[in-house]
């Protein structure tokens, strides 16, 4: 028996390669945005279990994994932002836009009221300058479970965009204790410029592959931000809007207008979508380590603020918005915008960020840090929620097939 008739043999009796069964399992993987959860909880239970070789592990790899890794998760995370901004794109007409922008101010707010009302409830004032961790949102997350159950839907948009304007409030509002001026801004600003006018300039002369925005460009703008002090991983972030962009369609998949010259907008995003899961992978893994002891009033305050005060903030912020006269995307109705609002209060990574920006090593860091460990079951809160209102991927399968055309080919 031939290879071929052999391998097909197999396949005909179910007994497929194990490279195949390998395969099916990667594919899910990946489909479903696995890769965070599946890093996230084996560092957990490395972090408890050996927690000596842990730390040592996460320490060594936190540069490249944050710093360089989650570069290209950012830049499609801008890229999927700025195409819904596009005339056509979901969240072009400023009536639309504005509407996750304000719905992350009432999230904000709802949370930080929440976070004081509880700790003044336990009197504990020594947490209450503590608040700008409850308005962090994990944006890693919120795509992983946006994408997840909206594959191709404008609430994974929304939900960026909402992540992305909390996040902002919550570094203007620890910035005077965070960042200081420094010497070497001048330098840096001089390099962000470069980065920006090379981007300017390979649009103008209508480059379309994406290669040297990426590396010339980026390049440029991750060495500044690097030099500056910030978070390197956003280099992408000014210089995706310079890139070839394409109006997105709600029915369109990632490899449907890719090329093998990178000459295509949708290119980068179709390239890099493998690359940015074993990205994702590496930064559960890296960051979602955090050792369960501690709790305290802080910890449960964080987490009554994530879950119930930004979750019923952004919600009546958004109602309040569209009384008023702003609009939701189209195809964005209030069931899908309750899950967003579920899904938008994991603080997670971010509000660990926050947290340690805010606090020394001691008891008040530990018992934040564990509530925001625990902000992560709005993921499942999320998943049951879409469950039982039947959206997204829970939503009922329509038939395509029309009654004539039956008629026809019967």
């Given amino acids: 028996m031939t290879t071929q008739a052999l391998h097909a043999h197999r396949l005909h009796a179910g007994t497929a390669p194990p490279a195949a069964g390998l395969w099916r399992v990667v594919r899910f993987v990946t489909e479903h945005y696995l890769a965070l959860p599946i890093g996230a909880a084996i560092a957990l239970v490395w972090a408890n279990t050996l927690p000596e070789s842990y730390f040592t592990f996460a320490y060594r790899l936190a540069f490249p994994v ?32 504005v509407v996750p922008v304000v719905g992350a101010a009432g999230g904000v707010a709802g949370a930080a009221i929440v976070y004081g009302l509880y700790l003044t409830w336990h009197w504990t004032p020594l947490l209450h300058a503590g608040w700008p961790v409850v308005a962090g949102v994990d944006l890693v997350f919120a795509y992983f479970i946006a994408r997840s159950l909206f594959p191709r839907h404008p609430a994974v948009s929304f939900v960026l965009l909402l992540a992305v304007a909390s996040n902002a409030l919550a570094v203007l509002a620890i910035a005077p204790t965070y960042m200081a001026a420094d010497a070497r801004a001048g330098g840096a600003a001089l390099l962000m410029a470069g980065a920006v006018g090379v981007a300017a300039w390979l649009r103008q002369r209508c480059v379309r592959e994406f290669w040297p925005y990426l590396f010339v460009a980026g390049g440029l703008s991750w060495l500044a931000l690097y030099v500056e002090g910030f978070h390197a991983g956003l280099a992408l972030v000014p210089i995706v809007p310079f890139m070839p962009h394409v109006r ?42 955090v050792l369960l002891s501690g709790y305290g009033p802080g910890t449960w305050a964080t987490l009554a603020a994530s879950l119930v005060g930004r979750t019923v903030g952004i919600l009546a912020a958004v109602g309040a918005a569209v009384a008023i006269g702003l609009h939701l995307p189209a195809h964005l109705r209030w069931r899908e915008l309750t899950v967003v609002a ?35 079951s709005g993921v499942l809160l999320a998943l049951a929620a879409a469950r039982l209102t039947h959206v997204g991927r829970f939503a009922p399968q329509r038939s395509h097939a029309r009654p004539h055309t039956r008629h026809r080919h019967a």
Wanted: proline content about 4%; charged content about 15%.
């Fill in 66 to 97: 944050n710093e360089i890794a989650m570069v290209f998760f950012f830049g499609l995370v801008a890229q999927e932002i700025f195409e819904e901004l596009m005339p056509g794109g979901a969240l072009h007409q400023w009536r639309r836009w």
């Fill in 248 to 289: 997105r369609r709600l029915d369109e998949l990632l490899d449907d207008e890719a090329d093998a010259r990178g000459a295509s907008p949708r290119h980068f995003e179709h390239v890099w979508h493998y690359h940015v899961q074993v990205a994702l992978l590496l930064f559960g893994l890296v960051n979602a380590g």
């Fill in 342 to 376: 579920l899904i938008a209060s994991t603080g997670f990574t971010f509000s660990l960020f926050f947290a340690t920006a805010l606090y020394p090593a001691g008891p008040l860091l530990a018992e934040l840090k564990v509530g925001a460990l625990l902000t992560a």
